[in-house]
Nanobody, 123 residues
Framework: QVQLVESGGGSVQAGGSLRLSCAAP????????VGWFRQAPGEEREGVAI????????YYADSVKGRFTISHDNAKNTLYLQMNGLKPDDTAMYYC????????????????RGQGTQVTVSS
């Protein structure tokens, strides 16, 4: 059973940076995907950044393009999310996901999901 554990969350001021980490295995598979979702209070969970199609493609939400970078270290089986230029709107619980989703934007399609790490950005 794969367990995903996130780390690296915290509280920062607007404009600051954080790097999230998640112990996530990598599988050589055409549809395998790993990524990050987030959920703010009262909001639906949304995909933030995803590596999909077995690593051949990357998706970023419009709201984070140019500020966030997703990467996976296959040797360490670790997924990262580098977050720069943080804004108060980025405040949310961030979740790591992995699996073979039919729709990469649907969190329920991922076989493995972490418990989340809180990111709070103050103005």
């Amino acid at each position: 059973q794969v367990q995903l554990v996130e780390s690296g969350g915290g509280s920062v001021q607007a404009g600051g940076s954080l790097r999230l980490s998640c112990a996530a295995p990598w599988y050589i598979s055409g549809s395998y995907s790993v990524g990050w979702f987030r959920q703010a209070p009262g909001e639906e969970r949304e995909g933030v950044a995803i590596i999909y199609s077995g690593g051949r493609s990357t998706y970023y939400a419009d709201s984070v393009k140019g500020r966030f970078t997703i990467s996976h270290d296959n040797a360490k089986n670790t997924l990262y999310l580098q977050m720069n230029g943080l804004k108060p709107d980025d405040t949310a619980m961030y979740y790591c996901v992995a699996g073979w989703p039919q729709n990469i934007a649907t969190v329920e399609h991922y076989s493995y999901r972490g418990q989340g790490t809180q990111v709070t950005v103050s103005s």
